[in-house]
């Protein structure tokens, strides 16, 4: 680990979910706690503090932290981050939760994600944050349109994360978490990394810019998105099996190392490549393509 990048902000991954007795406890205390249904967004933002990929954070953002996001890019504390990581709920939800008060966070499925200790509750200004994020308020757009649905209230505060929900399996092979694709670095002596952001097939221009970076670099990361997509987009699964037989066949064995990550896109242009840029940090990259 000495010999790769830090992560973003730290020295070390900041990973909030819970193994072993400590999760056995947490999920007993959370039987008796006000449930909260996340998002498919929501839920991919959780699993990501969960496995240390969005380090430093340690929770949802309160409103100085998603107003100094939205507006220079930067937490309340001067650190770096360019998209708001909100928790939206209903009014009458906000209205009979107090400071203080924990609750447990479930997937549109019904499982158990996390709990959840409330700092801090605030109106959302959504036209504020799709002009600064978006530069738009057009709701044609996916990413501004996803803001729109938001619910009235954002929740902030820190989060034990429970669950990694169906990544884990859906995705077996594929999913890692920052600790993972680090071990590989290591393991294969990489020190300097490219990422390679893909939402769908790898194209020629994409062969040909990983072999670019491959002539200068100790390795590439193909880092696959594998949360939800907009209609129209690739499936995942089809996707893997289209990159598997580019790089079994083009691409110099033990160079490349594929994965993939849970989050949903937000098509948020800029803002979004500078978020990949964080994250894949905190998965050990140096470099991104």
């Given at each position: 680990?000495?010999?790769?990048?830090?992560p973003?902000?730290?020295d070390?991954?900041v990973e909030?979910l819970?193994?072993?007795?400590?999760?056995a406890a947490?999920?007993?205390?959370?039987?008796?706690?006000?449930?909260v249904?996340l998002?498919?967004?929501?839920?991919?933002?959780?699993?990501?503090?969960?496995?240390?990929?969005?380090?430093?954070?340690?929770?949802?953002?309160?409103?100085?932290?998603?107003?100094?996001v939205?507006?220079?890019?930067?937490l309340?504390?001067?650190?770096?981050w360019?998209?708001?990581?909100?928790?939206?709920?209903?009014?009458?939800?906000?209205?009979?939760l107090?400071a203080?008060?924990?609750?447990?966070l479930?997937?549109e499925?019904?499982?158990l994600?996390?709990?959840?200790?409330?700092e801090?509750?605030?109106?959302?200004?959504?036209a504020?944050e799709?002009?600064?994020?978006?530069?738009?308020?057009?709701?044609?757009?996916?990413?501004?349109?996803?803001?729109m649905d938001?619910?009235?209230?954002?929740l902030?505060?820190p989060?034990?994360?429970?669950?990694?929900?169906?990544?884990?399996?859906?995705?077996a092979?594929?999913?890692?978490?920052?600790?993972?694709?680090?071990?590989?670095?290591?393991?294969?002596?990489?020190?300097?990394?490219?990422?390679?952001?893909?939402r769908?097939?790898?194209?020629r221009?994409?062969?040909y810019?990983?072999k670019?970076?491959?002539?200068?670099?100790?390795?590439?990361?193909?880092h696959?998105?594998?949360?939800?997509?907009?209609?129209?987009?690739?499936?995942?699964e089809?996707r893997?099996?289209?990159?598997?037989?580019?790089?079994?066949?083009?691409?110099?064995?033990?160079?490349v190392?594929q994965?993939g990550?849970?989050?949903?896109?937000?098509?948020?242009?800029?803002?979004?490549g500078?978020l990949?840029?964080?994250?894949?940090?905190?998965f050990?990259c140096?470099?991104m393509i």
């Open positions: 680990m000495t010999d790769l990048i830090r973003h902000s730290s070390r991954l909030l819970l193994e072993g007795d400590a999760l947490e999920k007993a205390r959370a039987a008796d706690m006000t449930r249904t998002t498919s967004r929501e839920t991919g933002d959780l699993i990501m503090m969960g496995i240390g990929g969005f380090t430093p954070l340690t929770g949802f953002m309160g409103e100085a932290d998603w107003r100094g939205c507006a220079d890019m930067k309340a504390s001067g650190v770096f360019p998209i708001p990581i909100t928790l939206s709920v209903d009014q009458d939800v906000a209205d009979g107090n203080g008060d924990e609750i447990a479930v997937a499925d019904g499982e994600m996390a709990t959840m200790i409330i801090e509750k605030y109106a959302i200004d959504r504020f799709c002009e600064h994020v978006y530069r738009t308020t057009d709701e044609a757009h996916p990413g501004v349109k996803m803001v938001q619910k009235a209230v954002n902030g505060g989060v034990k994360v429970l669950s990694e929900g169906v990544f884990p399996t859906e995705f092979g594929i999913y890692q978490r920052p600790s993972e694709s680090r071990a590989v670095f290591a393991e294969r002596g990489w020190k300097t990394i490219a990422a390679l952001q893909l769908n097939p790898m194209h221009s994409h062969e810019l990983a670019i970076a491959l002539e200068t670099l100790d390795g590439l990361y193909i696959q998105l594998i949360g939800g997509l907009k209609p129209g987009d690739i499936p995942a089809i893997v099996k289209c990159i598997d037989a580019l790089v079994d066949g083009y691409f110099k064995d033990g160079t190392l994965g990550y849970p989050l949903d896109m937000r098509y948020a242009g800029p803002r979004e500078l990949h840029g964080v994250f894949r940090q905190n050990g140096t470099h």
